[in-house]
């Protein structure tokens, strides 16, 4: 599998596993707003947006 062009590199599909729904996340985007694997993180929909953020 070949990378995305830098253009389309926001660009994600939603997959699913058996029981939940999930999506990858840019490495860039993860580092620069300083998230570490397994750390807890609120999901909020506002208006047809998901919104994430770090849980506190």
Do not use: C, F, H, T
Not at 8 to 13: A, G, P, V
Not at 33 to 55: F, H, N, T
Request: net charge positive; charged share 35%; glycine share 2%.
């Amino acid at each position: 599998m070949s990378r995305r062009n830098i253009s389309k590199e926001n660009i994600r599909s939603i997959q699913k596993s058996k029981r939940s729904y999930y999506i990858i996340l840019p490495i860039a985007a993860v580092r620069q707003l300083g998230w570490d694997a397994q750390q807890k993180v609120v999901v909020r929909e506002v208006k047809k947006k998901l919104i994430v953020e770090k849980s506190k």
